[in-house]
């Protein structure tokens, strides 16, 4: 069975940076694309990037570069993603999802950031 | 970066009814393959986003077949005929063609 197991909530402070992590199971890791996905409450699904499991090629969407940076564990099968200079925008949950460019079959439960003083 | 415009905002219902929700893109999604990579997603309340439907109109391994997707070039529909209450939550379209890939507001399905 395909697991996706994210990292807990995080309360962090503005300006601070933050790595959530998305361990997988069940499935070849280096098989197959990551991507990870932002919503913000109440709100929109936003795609972030994705990175390939199998040599840790990445492909951004503009309006995250510089803000998301995505890598992998080969030897834990596991995805993260860094976040850095926090703001109240960055407060939201964050999914990782296996696919790319779509067909997200496989969802994590979400790790929700908190950005407050 | 597309738009996918959903109506409606919301959809109150009567279980049994048939549902439908229309996506509009602002520009085609058939890509340079011949493919439309226009997806449905269902987040359920306190859940992940679940998918549906991919290209268009094929249903993901266990969809129900009383889901129907169905479109071309910028407008689609997600028809559900006979909603059932494991149905009830927000309805989101999705475009893989086009980088940056987008997705639909939702449309929340709600009981009447």
């Known amino acids: 069975e395909v697991q996706l197991q994210q990292s807990g909530a995080e309360l962090v402070k503005p300006g601070a940076s933050v790595k959530l992590s998305c361990k997988t199971s069940?499935?070849?890791?280096?098989?197959?694309?990551m991507s990870w996905l932002k919503q913000m409450p109440g709100q929109n699904i936003e795609w972030i990037g994705n990175?390939?499991?199998?040599?840790?090629?990445?492909g951004y969407n503009q309006k995250f570069k510089g803000k998301a940076t995505l890598t992998v564990d080969k030897s834990s099968s596991t995805a993260y993603m860094d976040l850095s200079s926090l703001t109240s925008e960055d407060s939201a949950v964050y999914f990782c999802?296996?696919?790319?460019?779509?067909?997200?079959?496989?969802w994590g439960q979400g790790t929700l950031v908190t950005v407050s003083s | 970066d597309v738009v996918l415009t959903q109506t409606p905002v919301s959809l109150s219902v009567t279980l049994g009814d048939q549902a439908s929700i229309s996506c509009r893109s602002s520009?085609?999604?058939?890509?340079?393959?011949?493919?439309?990579?226009l997806e449905w997603y269902l987040q359920k309340p306190g859940q992940s986003p679940q998918l549906l439907i991919y290209e268009v109109s094929n249903r993901f391994s266990g969809v129900p077949d009383r889901f129907i997707g169905s479109g071309s070039g910028t407008d689609f529909t997600l028809k559900i005929s006979r909603v059932e209450p494991e149905d009830l939550g927000v309805y989101y379209c999705?475009?893989?063609?086009?980088?940056?890939?987008?997705f639909g507001a939702g449309t929340k399905l709600e009981l009447k």
């Open positions: 999705f475009q893989a063609t086009h980088d940056p890939y987008t």
């Open positions: 999802a296996r696919g790319y460019p779509g067909i997200f079959a496989y």
């Open positions: 520009q085609s999604l058939e890509y340079s393959d011949g493919y439309t990579y």
């Open positions: 990175i390939y499991g199998g040599n840790g090629g990445t």
């Open positions: 069940g499935y070849t890791f280096s098989n197959y694309y």
